[in-house]
């Protein structure tokens, strides 16, 4: 077989190892928790009638993150944005150990871990800064975990 033939055929044989990645987006882990699995469903932060992101709650190392990624339709429509994201407790009153993008247009952002495993609760993700949501702000809640 010749080298050009070769090489072909392992272009060949990669199209769909590519393929097969390439729509797949892997979320990386919390800072000191290496391994974390996603509870309960998938909320989705919309801003201006464009999907901004997706929030998921995990669990993991003894605590529950919240989780919020950019998706890259957004990013690639806007110059800036802001986004925030927690665990919430009580309801959805009570934000755990909150944490927010400051570094400026942030794609993914892990929440502290929370100390709720024996708790109710939920992740939120919002579009803004602060310690909690201000009114303008649009908000995504995962469903309630016990």
């Known amino acids: 077989m010749s080298r050009i033939a070769k090489m072909a055929a392992v272009a060949a044989l990669s199209v769909p190892v590519l393929i097969g990645a390439a729509g797949t987006a892997q979320a990386s882990t919390p ?15 919309t ?5 901004m992101a997706s929030v998921k709650q995990y669990k993991g190392c ?20 802001n986004a925030c994201t927690s665990i919430v407790t009580n309801g959805g009153h009570t934000l755990e150990d909150e944490s927010c993008g400051n570094s400026g247009n942030p794609v993914e952002i892990w929440s502290f871990g929370a100390s709720t495993l024996s708790q109710c609760t939920q992740a939120l993700g919002w579009n803004g ?3 909690w949501p201000d009114p303008g702000d649009a908000t995504a809640k995962t469903d309630v975990r016990c």
């Open 47 to 51: 801003v201006g009638g464009q999907t």
């Open 31 to 45: 800072s000191g928790c290496s391994s974390v699995t996603q509870i309960g469903s998938t909320a989705y932060l």
């Open 62 to 81: 003894g605590k529950n993150y919240a989780y919020l990624y950019v998706w890259e339709g957004y990013r690639s429509t806007h110059s800036s944005w």
């Open 129 to 131: 800064l602060g310690d």
